[in-house]
């Protein structure tokens, strides 16, 4: 299964455009889920996204309190968990990893701090990733990012792309 994965778009808010290649890209590719680590800020933005496939968005902190605070998806053999991230006072790995642990999930995707992040762990001989998209409109200290993921069986692997550079395949 092919996913868009984003955060922190920030529309209207932050920012007045939301790049047309992050729509483009993900009907190029086809993608049968997005998936919204919070920050939307504008349900209208989420009905142009649900026009490409459905959507799963968290709330974020500056999101009206019509998403759920975090989720807990099965897709293909793959659990994955979103959540936004504002709710802890330091996002540090060690947090994220017992946050992953504590959903019971394979992958968790965060977003809040609109940097691209990408670790994966062994505990306790269960493998967890941590992921974030980043922000393809509002990033801090890095450049705008937002992810194409594919999840076959229980393996998951993605593809960064930067709105305005190329796109890399990270295994």
């Known amino acids: 299964m092919k996913i868009g994965i984003l955060s922190d778009t920030h529309y209207p808010d932050k920012t007045s455009y939301i790049p047309d290649v992050i729509f483009n890209v993900f009907r190029k590719e086809g993608v049968e889920l997005i998936i919204h680590a919070g920050d939307l800020t504008a349900p209208k933005v989420f009905d142009v996204f649900r026009e490409i496939a459905p959507v799963i968005v968290v709330r974020g902190n500056l999101d009206k309190p019509i998403f759920a605070e975090e989720r807990v998806l099965e897709i293909e053999d793959l659990k994955v968990g979103v959540i936004h991230g504002h709710q802890f006072l330091s ?14 999930v394979d992958l968790l995707i965060f977003g809040h701090t609109h940097r691209f992040f990408y670790k994966s762990y062994e505990y306790r001989g269960k493998r967890v990733h941590l992921l974030n998209p980043g922000s393809p409109t509002i990033p801090r200290m890095s450049d705008p990012t937002f992810l194409v993921g594919k999840v076959i069986g229980e393996r998951f692997k993605f593809d960064i792309y930067k709105p305005w550079k190329t796109q890399w395949k990270y295994p």
């Open 91 to 104: 996002l540090d790995e060690q947090t994220l990893k017992y946050k992953a642990l504590d959903m019971g």
